[in-house]
């Protein structure tokens, strides 16, 4: 069955197009616009979209006998966005009911939350107020400390490492006013402390950490709520399959990596140094630094390497060589980079970027959530399949075979 639509205006982004079915349409699966050019007579077709953007087949709930149905032109994408007229509400992905009855809910919680769930499924995502790094510091673990200059009113986190066990830290202006201390965790060559500065703060403030004058490394921390919530497939890092590059190549993330701890996996890199056997992968804040971390790894066959980053990353450097110096005129390939949280075997990178509250559709496979501060909360359903191929997998290995 076909539905005619007259339309008195033209066919642009965001047209509006809004019919009553008059019998049960439900075998209807997008539409074909009709429309005059120079004389000739030319058509578009539109495949129907949910909320999301994703392709929806037959969506007989929303095309039944007598439903007001609003359609939405893309004409750039070909995508109909089809909402119920009456309610102006969205169609979402259309097997969520059965879904909810046939699959297993998941909650889990981190920094990072990596999770199997059906595709396509709306996932929900809470992002909850993190602790964001501000500063470095370094001092000699005299009651001199550190000197910073804070904000009034304000919150901050500090934690401390050692050359020496340290046996005290504390908080004061350094006109000799002290700040309390509101909780501190002092662990031989380790410390972490919070604090919150008096709202009527107008000098700078000494950060101790007391240990006999040894040297200490003091980390600031600042408590600041999640702008953004990032989704990846397995691989983490958008990186050319097979990436080319002469003395270094300086890559930005598409989605910064947050502090944690990574697999970092390559199929092979080849290089013409010949006076040295590695290669140096460098991860940044930015593009000029700070270095979070590097590995120095060997070329000619395929690894995974363990790396900690304690700060934000939106930078790789890949060297050709053992480092920058050794590098110059060598070229180099890496094949099949990937950073990922469990590692395995290399698939493509799959990224998108999200708002806080805002539902995020589930790719096929391992998906990878975290939030550009502090941890966050995912909530969906398990794919099935991915649960009884486990299961076989587990059974077959008991059984030897």
Request: with cysteine; hydrophobic share 35%; glycine share 8%.
């Amino acid at each position: 069955m076909n539905i005619r639509v007259d339309l008195t205006t033209p066919i642009n982004d965001g047209t509006e197009v809004v019919f009553r079915s008059p019998v049960d349409c439900s075998q209807i699966t997008g539409l074909i616009v009709y429309y005059q050019n120079g004389g000739n007579t030319l058509s578009k077709e539109f495949a129907f979209a949910d909320a999301h953007g994703n392709n929806v087949g037959d969506i007989d709930h929303l095309f039944a006998e007598n439903v007001v149905v609003k359609v939405i032109l893309d004409v750039t994408a070909g995508m109909a966005f089809v909402q119920n007229a009456d309610t102006n509400a969205y169609l979402e992905w259309r097997f969520k009911d059965t879904i909810d009855k046939l699959s297993p809910a998941f909650t889990e919680t981190g920094s990072i939350v990596t999770c199997e769930p059906v595709e396509g499924y709306p996932l929900e995502v809470v992002a909850h107020d993190g602790f964001k790094f501000v500063a470095n510091l370094s001092g000699d673990g005299s009651d001199a400390g550190v000197r910073y200059t804070a904000e009034s009113g304000a919150t901050y986190r500090v934690d401390m490492d050692s050359a020496a066990e340290i046996y005290d830290v504390y908080v004061e202006t350094v006109s000799g006013q002290n700040i309390t201390v509101t909780s501190a965790d002092i662990n031989g060559l380790t410390a972490s402390m919070v604090f919150t500065t008096p709202e009527d703060l107008n000098e700078d403030i000494l950060i101790v950490a007391s240990n006999g004058f040894s040297s200490v490394d003091y980390t600031v921390y600042k408590p600041t709520p999640a702008t953004k919530i990032f989704r990846t497939g397995k691989n983490l890092c958008y990186v050319d399959a097979i990436l080319t590059y002469t003395q270094v190549k300086y890559h930005q993330l598409a989605v910064p990596l947050s502090p944690g701890t990574y697999k970092v996996s390559y199929d092979n890199i080849v290089s013409t140094d010949t006076e040295t056997t590695q290669t140096q992968i460098a991860f940044f804040t930015d593009y000029n630094g700070p270095r979070v971390n590097v590995l120095t790894v060997e070329r000619g066959r395929k690894a995974t390497n363990t790396i900690t980053l304690t700060q934000e990353v939106k930078y790789i450097y890949f060297y050709a060589a053992q480092n920058y110096t050794a590098s110059i005129d060598d070229t180099a390939t890496i094949t099949n980079f990937m950073v990922s949280v469990d590692g395995g075997d290399y698939e493509p990178y799959n990224g998108g970027e999200f708002t806080p509250g805002e539902e995020v559709p589930a790719l096929q496979g391992v998906n990878t959530i975290w939030a550009d501060v502090g941890e966050v909360t995912v909530t969906g359903r398990k794919d099935p399949i991915a649960i009884i191929e486990k299961l076989s997998s587990a059974v077959t290995a008991m059984l030897g075979g």
